[in-house]
C-alpha cells in the first residue's frame, strides 16, 4: 500500500494566479471549503507580470464615448477572426464591466479621467469635466473605443495582489510549492490530483467533489517567450494524459508584437496604444503603408506579421541576436514615459541598459499567449470527464478564437472567475465525493513508479535538458508567425522523434527531495506531447485564420475551417489524434475583420 499525506476538500483549485483565485473566492463565499495549490507563492503568478491592461466597455474616457458591451463583443469576435464561440464572448463582454467595477471596489487603484484636453498622434482630446474621477481607459489594438482599464503599466500586479488579499481574508488554504502532477479519475469522473511537495518531493494526494485548473499558458515550450518560466502549460497536459480530455486549437499562438530584444521581456501594447510608433532601420515609421486604418494598433496577429514581412524585405535592424525593429515612444516626453509607462522604462534601463526617454527601445514578435487549452463548455466544464473545470489561460473556454485581443485575458480570468467560480461551486453542493482507494493508490502508483524508474536510469538515460532545448528550436523556427506545409512537416516529425526519447529520461543529479531536474524530468513527456499537438494541429488546418498564417493557404477558408481543432491524446498513443467541432455564431456573421491582409474570407 503507497504512503502519502492526504487532503480532502470540497473544491480544489490547481493554479493560484488570476483565475484560479477568484474562482476560489467565489466557492469559498459560498460557504465551500476550497484549498488551492500552486508552484509558487500566489502573489508571483504570471498574471502579476501584466502591464497593459484589462478590457470592459466603461466608456468613461473621451475616447471610449459611446463604447458598449455590443461594441466590445464586435471587437472581440473580429479580433479572433471569427474563431472563437460567439455565446462565450457575449457573456464576457456583458459581465466585464461588472468586473472591472468590483474590483475597484476591492481596493485596485484603477487610473482615473483627468479633466482637460491633450494631443494625441495628431489630435486633440478633451475629457469632460464631469467624467473627472471615473475609471479611465487606453487605447489597445483591435479595438474600435479606447476601453482597456489600467494602473500604470502594473494593471496585473495590483490586481493580483488585490485579489489575493481577499483569498486571506476569506481564510482559503493555499499549499503553494505544490505541483499536480496527474489527476485522479477513473475515465468518468474526476476526484482530484496526485501531487508532488516540491520542498520535500514527497507525494500528496488532493481529493475533491469538483477539481479546477487554472494554471495558465505554455509559453516556455518556445523558449524565447515573454511567459514566466512556470508557464510550461503543467494543467494542459495533465488533462490531456487522461485520454478522454481534448485540447482546443493549440494552433491557436500568440505572438506579441513588442518582445524587448534579447531579453524577450514584454513591453507592453500600451506603449503603442499611449502613442509610440515602430520605426524600421531607415527610422522610417512603416506600420501606416501596411495598416492605413489602425495603423500600430491593428489586432496583434496582424502587427506581428507586418513587422516580419518587413524584416524580410530588409528592412530589419541587425543585431547579434537577429533582426529586429525600433519602438520610439521618445515624444511621449519623460513625465508619461516616468509615470504612466514607468515598469517598461525601468526593464529598458535595467535589462538593455538604454533609456526610452531619449533612445529607441529594440523589438521583436514573440511568443506570448495561448489561445489554445483545455477545451471547456460555457460554464467552464472540461469535455470528457465530470467534476472537471477548467478557465483562464490554460482553458479554451474560447472567448479569443485564433486571436486574443490585447486587455482581454486579464478581464477574461476575473469574468470566468465570477461566472465559472459560480458554476464550480453549484456542482460542488450538488456533487458527492466516491472515490476508491485502490484507484487513489493506482494513480500514486503510477507517479511513484515514474519517479523510480527516472532516478535508477541515472545518467544511462536522455537529458532533459536538451530534448527541451530541440523542442524550444523545433518549435521556434517551425512553428512560429509564417508556417508552411514543409516546415510543419518536419515539426511533427522532430517532435515524434523527441516524444520517443522523452520516454528514456534519466537524472543527471539524484532526484532527491528538491531537485528541479526531478521537476523537469517528470514535465517533460507532458510538454512535448503539447508541442506534438500544436504543430499537427496547425499542419492539418489549411487556411490562415487569426495568429496561424499558413503562406501556403493565405486565406481565411470560412467553407471548410470554420472549426475548432480538439486534440486528443489515446492512452498509450505515440501522436495525437485530431477532431474537429463547428464553431457557434450566434450573432455576428463571418465578414471582414477592417485589418489585416487575411480577413477576406476565401470562396472555398
Ligand atoms: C508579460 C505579459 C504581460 C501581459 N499583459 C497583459 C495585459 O496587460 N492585459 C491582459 O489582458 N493580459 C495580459 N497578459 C496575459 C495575462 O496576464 C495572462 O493570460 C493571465 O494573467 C493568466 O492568468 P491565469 O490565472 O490563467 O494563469 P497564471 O497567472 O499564469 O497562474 C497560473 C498558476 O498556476 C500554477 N500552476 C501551474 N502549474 C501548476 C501545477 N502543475 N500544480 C500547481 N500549480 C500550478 C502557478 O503556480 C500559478 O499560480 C500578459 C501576459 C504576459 C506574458
Known amino acids: 500500500m503507497s504512503q502519502y499525506d492526504l487532503f480532502t476538500t470540497d473544491v480544489l483549485i490547481v493554479g493560484a494566479g488570476l483565475a484560479g483565485e477568484r474562482a476560489a473566492i467565489e466557492a469559498a463565499s459560498q460557504g465551500l471549503q476550497v484549498m488551492m495549490l500552486s508552484l509558487v507563492p500566489p502573489r508571483r503568478s504570471h498574471s502579476s507580470a501584466a502591464q497593459g491592461g484589462m478590457q470592459a466597455s466603461l466608456g468613461n474616457s473621451a475616447m471610449g464615448k459611446g463604447d458598449n458591451t455590443d461594441v466590445h463583443f464586435a471587437d472581440t469576435v473580429k479580433g479572433s477572426d471569427w474563431g472563437c464561440d460567439q455565446d462565450v464572448a457575449r457573456l464576457f463582454a456583458e459581465t466585464a464591466p461588472i468586473a472591472v467595477r468590483q474590483m475597484a471596489a476591492w481596493g485596485v487603484p484603477w487610473n482615473r479621467v483627468v479633466a482637460g484636453s491633450r ?44 485579489m489575493d488579499s481577499v483569498v486571506l481574508k476569506l481564510g482559503i488554504t493555499v499549499h503553494d510549492r505544490t505541483e499536480a502532477l496527474s489527476l485522479i479519475h477513473d475515465g468518468t469522473t474526476c476526484s482530484g490530483v496526485v501531487a508532488r511537495c516540491l520542498r520535500t518531493g514527497k507525494l500528496r494526494v488532493y481529493t475533491a467533489r469538483s477539481t479546477v485548473i487554472a494554471t495558465g499558458g505554455y509559453g516556455r515550450l518556445y523558449g524565447a517567450s515573454t511567459n514566466a518560466i512556470i508557464n510550461e502549460g503543467n494543467g494542459m497536459f495533465i488533462a490531456l494524459d487522461t485520454g478522454v480530455i481534448p485540447l482546443g486549437n493549440m494552433e491557436a499562438v500568440q505572438f506579441h508584437p513588442t518582445g524587448i530584444v534579447p531579453s524577450w521581456i514584454l513591453i507592453t501594447e500600451g506603449a503603442r496604444g499611449d502613442g509610440g510608433y515602430l520605426l524600421d532601420k531607415n527610422h522610417y515609421r512603416f506600420m501606416p503603408d501596411y495598416e492605413p486604418k489602425k495603423k500600430e494598433l491593428a489586432s496583434r496577429d ?86 472537471l473545470f477548467a478557465l483562464g ?45 485502490k484507484l487513489v493508490d493506482d494513480h500514486v502508483g503510477i507517479q511513484r513508479e515514474r519517479i523510480q524508474t527516472l532516478i535508477s536510469r541515472g545518467k544511462r538515460g536522455e537529458s532533459v535538458y536538451e530534448l527541451r532545448r530541440n ?61 506534438y499537438c500544436i504543430a499537427a494541429g496547425a499542419l492539418a488546418r489549411k487556411e490562415s485564420r487569426g495568429s496561424h498564417y499558413r503562406e501556403d493557404y493565405p486565406k481565411r477558408d470560412d467553407v471548410n475551417w470554420l472549426k475548432r481543432t480538439l486534440a486528443y491524446w489515446p492512452m498509450e498513443a505515440d501522436q495525437p489524434t485530431l477532431q474537429y467541432e463547428d464553431v457557434k455564431i450566434t450573432e455576428l456573421p463571418p465578414g471582414d475583420r477592417g485589418y489585416g491582409e487575411a480577413s477576406i474570407p476565401s470562396k472555398g
Not at 479554451?396 to 467560480?421: K, P, Q, Y
Request: with cysteine.
Open 471 to 531: 523542442m524550444e528550436q523545433v518549435l521556434s523556427e517551425n512553428v512560429g508567425i509564417f508556417r508552411t506545409e514543409e516546415a510543419l512537416q518536419q515539426a511533427v516529425n522532430s517532435l515524434h522523434e523527441l516524444h520517443q526519447r522523452a520516454a528514456h529520461v534519466g537524472l543527471y543529479g539524484g532526484g532527491q527531495g528538491a531537485d528541479p531536474e526531478l521537476a523537469s524530468a517528470l514535465r517533460i513527456q507532458g510538454m512535448l506531447k503539447l508541442a
Open 119 to 162: 494631443v494625441y498622434d495628431g489630435q486633440e482630446i478633451h475629457e469632460d469635466p464631469e467624467k473627472e474621477g471615473l475609471i479611465t481607459a487606453r487605447n489597445f489594438g483591435g479595438t474600435a473605443k479606447w476601453r482597456t482599464c489600467y494602473t500604470a503599466d502594473g494593471t496585473g500586479h495590483s490586481l493580483l495582489y488585490t
Open 302 to 387: 496582424v502587427v506581428s506579421r507586418r513587422i516580419m514581412q518587413h524584416i524580410r524585405q530588409g528592412y530589419g535592424v541587425d543585431s547579434p541576436y537577429g533582426a529586429h525593429v525600433w519602438l520610439d515612444i521618445r515624444h511621449l516626453g519623460a513625465k508619461h514615459i516616468n509615470t504612466n509607462l514607468r515598469e517598461i522604462a525601468n526593464i529598458s534601463r535595467n535589462f538593455t541598459g538604454i533609456d526610452p526617454v531619449h533612445d529607441l527601445i529594440p523589438v521583436r514578435p514573440t511568443q506570448h499567449y495561448s489561445m489554445g487549452g483545455i477545451r471547456t463548455n460555457i460554464d467552464g466544464m472540461a469535455y470528457g470527464l465530470n467534476g
Open 393 to 437: 489561460e490554460a482553458a479554451c473556454w474560447d472567448m479569443h478564437g485564433f486571436n486574443r485581443l490585447g486587455g482581454n485575458s486579464l478581464a477574461e480570468t476575473v469574468v470566468a472567475g465570477m461566472i465559472i467560480g459560480d458554476k464550480i461551486a453549484k456542482y460542488s453542493k450538488e456533487a458527492s465525493l466516491q472515490v476508491s482507494s
